[in-house]
């Protein structure tokens, strides 16, 4: 069983930079493949980015590409998203969420564990 824990979040402006941290339970963490997703207001759970397991590979979102970056570091049980030129339409609740399949995917379901999930909210 792995518990996520989801933190980092809050409220910036348009244009400012967040990072989220993703803190797990658990010895295996590196074996595990960790993405992010986020909801937005009246809107469906939608995958953001994901580090497959010892960083060897990350995918993103094409609204992700070039202003998001995933990252892990696995003596800390953490991953991380930094997320910089943020825009009123980032705002949603992001969630992390681990695989034990190791590989970076979009699928949702291939996730087993998932956080709480952590508001991050951008004023225009």
């Known amino acids: 069983q792995v518990q996520l824990v989801e933190s980092g979040g809050g409220l910036v402006q348009a244009g400012g930079s967040l990072r989220l941290s993703c803190a797990a339970s658990?010895?295996?963490?590196?074996?595990?493949?960790m993405g992010w997703f986020r909801q937005a207001p009246g809107k469906e759970r939608e995958f953001v980015g994901a580090i497959g397991w010892s960083g060897g590979s990350t995918y993103y979102a094409d609204s992700a590409k070039g202003r998001f970056t995933i990252s892990r570091d696995d003596a800390k049980n953490t991953v991380y998203i930094e997320m910089n030129s943020l825009k009123p339409e980032d705002t949603a609740v992001y969630y992390c969420?681990?695989?034990?399949?190791?590989?970076?995917?979009?699928?949702?379901?291939?996730?087993?564990?998932w956080g709480q999930g952590t508001q991050v909210t951008v004023s225009s």
């Open positions: 969420a681990a695989s034990n399949g190791g590989y970076v995917s979009l699928i949702q379901g291939r996730y087993d564990y």
């Open positions: 658990g010895r295996t963490f590196s074996r595990y493949a």
